[in-house]
């Protein structure tokens, strides 16, 4: 069994910045792809970013050039560094991986973006 376990969301104001963080553990191997996707109120779920075993970066168009995704292949963790929020990151973030069973997904942490 696969558990991807988020951290890190929070109340910030617009302008802040915040760092997510998840850890997988379980029978999931060594993940091909890790990364952040997010669904906000009354929105679809969407991609934030992704990155693969060796350094490969996508990134959703409304994320780019403000928040960046790194990842620990020794501690199976992702990372999302969010800078320069804005109200319409507000939106439950989803940690992803893509594992030798099949995708999993975390139970997704709260970030809101007040202004």
């Known amino acids: 069994q696969v558990h991807l376990v988020e951290s890190g969301g929070d109340l910030v104001r617009t302008g802040g910045s915040l760092r997510l963080s998840c850890v997988a553990s379980?029978?999931?191997?060594?993940?091909?792809?890790m990364g952040w996707y997010r669904q906000g109120p009354g929105k679809e779920r969407e991609l934030v970013a992704t990155?693969?075993?060796?350094?490969?970066?996508n990134y959703g168009e409304s994320v780019k050039d403000r928040f960046t995704v790194s990842r620990n292949r020794a501690k199976n963790t992702v990372y999302l560094q969010m800078n320069g929020l804005k109200t319409e990151d507000t939106a439950v973030y989803f940690c992803?991986?893509?594992?030798?069973?099949?995708?999993?997904w975390g139970q997704g942490t709260q970030v809101t973006v007040s202004s």
């Open positions: 990155i693969t075993t060796v350094g490969s970066t």
């Open positions: 992803y991986a893509d594992t030798v069973w099949g995708p999993a």
């Open positions: 379980g029978r999931i191997g060594i993940p091909n792809v």
